[in-house]
């Protein structure tokens, strides 16, 4: 989602042939351990300032700096480069994750009231409650099938 204070336009393509340099360089044969070394720290700082100056976000440049530094901690210790494009769709998936959940914990009891009291209501009993596991079960998945489209329908009209 991209916000008023972040540039719209991101050149990926750029992006990622950048991201990819760093462990497609690292493979190949004939470059010593001290070579490898000097040229990784060149090459992350030289990510950083290219994810700068290039047209991403500063939260898409944060991941890139961090990522840079992971490979850099990586690279001294003899492990294998971590590739910039999947670590960069990971931290996206698990920023996305997170703001869901935090979305759902903050509503999930108000969304749970209102379902039991709606429950109650078309049953004609106010002291209701979902008994046994199926009905337990079912009653919490509608919940959450709820807040799924809950949050569904808020950002699109954030979007």
């Known amino acids: 989602m991209a916000r008023a204070d972040f540039p719209l336009t991101i050149d990926r393509r750029r992006l990622l042939a950048s991201a990819m340099a760093l462990p497609a360089e690292s493979i190949v044969p004939g470059v010593t351990p001290a070579e490898a070394t ?20 500063a939260v898409t440049a ?9 490979n850099d901690l990586r690279n001294e210790h003899d492990l294998p480069l ?16 997170e703001k869901v959940e935090r979305f ?19 049953r004609g009993d106010i002291a209701w409650i979902p008994n046994g596991f199926c009905e337990r079960w079912q009653f919490s998945r509608e919940v959450e099938m709820r807040l799924k489209r809950l949050y569904e329908r808020v950002g699109r009209r954030t979007a």
Not at 38 to 57: D, W
């Open 38 to 57: 000097a040229a990784a720290h060149t090459r992350s700082f030289a990510m950083v300032l290219e994810a700068e100056a290039a047209n991403i976000c």
């Open 62 to 70: 944060t991941r890139i700096a961090e990522i840079g530094r992971r």
């Open 82 to 97: 971590l590739s910039v494009a999947a670590e960069l769709r990971r931290m996206k998936t698990a920023a996305d994750t």
């Open 104 to 122: 759902r914990n903050a509503l999930r009891e108000a969304v749970f009231q209102k379902m039991l009291a709606r429950a109650r209501r078309q």
